[in-house]
């Protein structure tokens, strides 16, 4: 169930804050079980729905197509909204265009649940409280997920030297200057990229919040109450794997996960459970006391085909839904990219990304140009031409 979204826009293709507020409106609205079909349109074409439906002369912001009540039909309703309208009545109102389509989509919901504004005064009024209650709902919602930058591959970079460049403290503070909303940094037993002056370092720098990926182990939970991250994801851990390979076995290790989510608590750390997205995990992870769960988004990374993604993003999309029913902050990463993190970001429940790979990956690369204009300026200055 959710938002159905068509674009017909000449500048207009998607907006990515659009998805997550429709669907945000939609749960709020109390029918995250329904479904809602978007229409973000230009002005030549609303005029023509206009006309055409309500015989109405002239383009509009916004119109609402209510499913009559009998149809057994999961669908809520239309709403089509007119891009260029909302462009400029947010023009007008010195707003942001997301503000004033927010609005337009708040609106057009409380038609589609019933109410109606062009009656007497009483229904007016009625309109207007349901429409500021809605509002109101939703700024207590974030509309965008925070972004965690995983910094441990700037670390294997420096390991393969066993020196001291590239630092993933200074590339932390760039991080953070770039706008990111957290340092993700794993400590593994063997220590092979991340060391423990590392996240030293990190506590005693970062001005955002550090989470520590970690296993739950004794060493760990140590380290953790001395250095105090402001949250600790529980990952599972191998020696032989190169990446965490899948997520916590939580339904199987519910008791020993129980005992170190309590110690966590008692050195006043939150904690995040790192699980696939399937029910069981999800609901262990409930019981053993963690406010938060990190959905393993890899199965949706690597696959192969279209159908296969449609169908790991469903089960993502469903498995974020039940944990925040169940009160649990809903994170999600692993093996994001810059080609499929943007469809997940739609999902309302994911409130934080954790990425690291691809970013380091591309920050090499983008800035490899400049790496070595550098170096050719001091090779060069050597020679008399
Ligand atoms: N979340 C967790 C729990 C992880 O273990 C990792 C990998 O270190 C990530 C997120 C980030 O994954 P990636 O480096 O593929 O973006």
């Known amino acids: 169930m959710g938002a159905e979204i068509k674009w017909n826009h000449p ?6 804050f659009v998805d997550r507020a429709a669907q945000l409106i939609l749960k709020l609205a109390g029918h995250k079980d329904k479904e809602l079909s978007l229409y973000l349109t ?16 002239g383009p509009t912001n916004v119109i609402s197509f209510s499913q009559p009540e009998h149809t057994a039909s999961r669908l809520l309703g239309d709403i089509v909204i007119s891009l260029d309208t909302a462009e400029r009545e947010a023009k007008l109102a010195q707003t942001t265009l997301q503000n004033r389509l927010t609005a ?3 609106h057009g919901m409380v038609h589609l649940l019933g109410y109606d504004h ?13 429409e500021k209650e809605l509002i109101k709902a939703l700024t207590g919602e974030k509309i965008m997920a ?21 630092d993933p403290v200074a590339a932390a503070v760039l991080v953070e200057l770039a706008g990111a909303d957290g340092i993700v940094v794993h400590l593994r037993e063997d220590r092979r990229h991340i060391q423990d002056r590392d996240v030293e370092l990190l506590r005693q720098t970062i ?26 994801t529980l990952v599972p851990e191998k020696r032989e794997e190169l990446t965490t390979e899948g997520g916590l076995d939580v ?3 519910e008791k020993e996960i129980t005992k170190a989510v309590a110690r966590l608590h008692e050195a006043s750390i939150p904690v995040s459970l790192f699980v696939d997205p399937e029910p069981g995990q999800i609901e262990a992870a409930k019981r053993t006391g963690a406010e938060c769960i990190e959905i393993h988004t890899g199965r949706y990374a690597e696959a192969i085909s279209a159908e296969e993604q449609d169908r790991e993003f469903d089960q993502i999309a469903e498995m974020a839904s039940l944990a925040a029913d169940l009160g649990l902050r809903v994170h999600a990463g692993h093996g994001l990219n810059y080609q499929n993190s943007a469809r997940l970001a739609s999902v309302a429940e994911i409130v934080e990304f954790s990425i690291g790979h691809s970013v380091v990956s591309r920050a090499v690369l983008v800035g490899m140009e400049r790496a070595v204009k550098e170096m050719l300026s001091l090779v060069k200055k050597g020679r008399i031409v």
């Open 207 to 232: 001005q955002t919040r550090l989470t520590l990926e970690m296993a739950a182990t004794d060493e760990m939970i140590k380290i953790a109450s001395k250095v105090q991250p402001d949250i600790v």
């Open 104 to 106: 337009l989509m708040i």
């Open 146 to 166: 925070d972004l965690c930058i995983n910094v441990d591959h700037v670390a294997t970079v420096r390991q393969a030297r066993g020196g001291v460049e590239p």
């Open 251 to 253: 339904a199987s290790l």
């Open 11 to 16: 500048r207009y293709k998607s907006l990515l």
């Open 118 to 130: 062009e009656g007497s005064d009483g229904e007016q009024i009625v309109f207007e409280k349901k």
């Open 42 to 57: 230009t002005d030549q074409d609303i005029a023509q729905i206009n006309q055409q439906w309500l015989g109405r002369q």
